[in-house]
């Protein structure tokens, strides 16, 4: 089947950087859009950075300017470059993808499994 697996988080302080990776892997025949969605305790998952299999990012105003979100096509992979961390920002981070399997005629919608982000002094 597949996978979407989610490494690159951890803790950091105020104003420091991180990078998340979100690596795709099974039959997959394409993929379609790719993003990162964060959960905060007692808080609802939001979007945070998206982009088309064209390039097209977008990006809510709280992490517009911090955060930048870029993919790698051959090797079915999204990153999620992170960049003044406010401790507002600690969350878990979900991996999130359109893919359309082989033999399979549709895209479905995958999740990875979440990664910790801690911003703390």
């Known amino acids: 089947q597949v996978q979407l697996v989610e490494s690159g988080g951890g803790l950091v302080q105020p104003g420091g950087s991180l990078r998340l990776s979100c690596a795709a892997s099974g039959r997959i025949f394409s993929i379609n859009a790719m993003g990162w969605y964060r959960q905060a305790p007692g808080k609802e998952r939001e979007l945070v950075a998206a982009?088309?299999?064209?390039?097209?990012?977008n990006y809510p105003d709280s992490v517009k300017g911090r955060f930048t979100i870029s993919r790698d096509n051959a090797k079915n992979t999204v990153y999620l470059q992170m960049n003044s961390l406010k401790p507002e920002d600690t969350a878990v981070y979900y991996c999130n993808s359109g893919i359309r399997q082989r033999f399979s005629d549709s895209y479905a919608e995958y999740w990875g499994q979440g990664t910790q982000v801690t911003v703390s002094s």
């Open positions: 982009i088309t299999s064209g390039g097209r990012t």
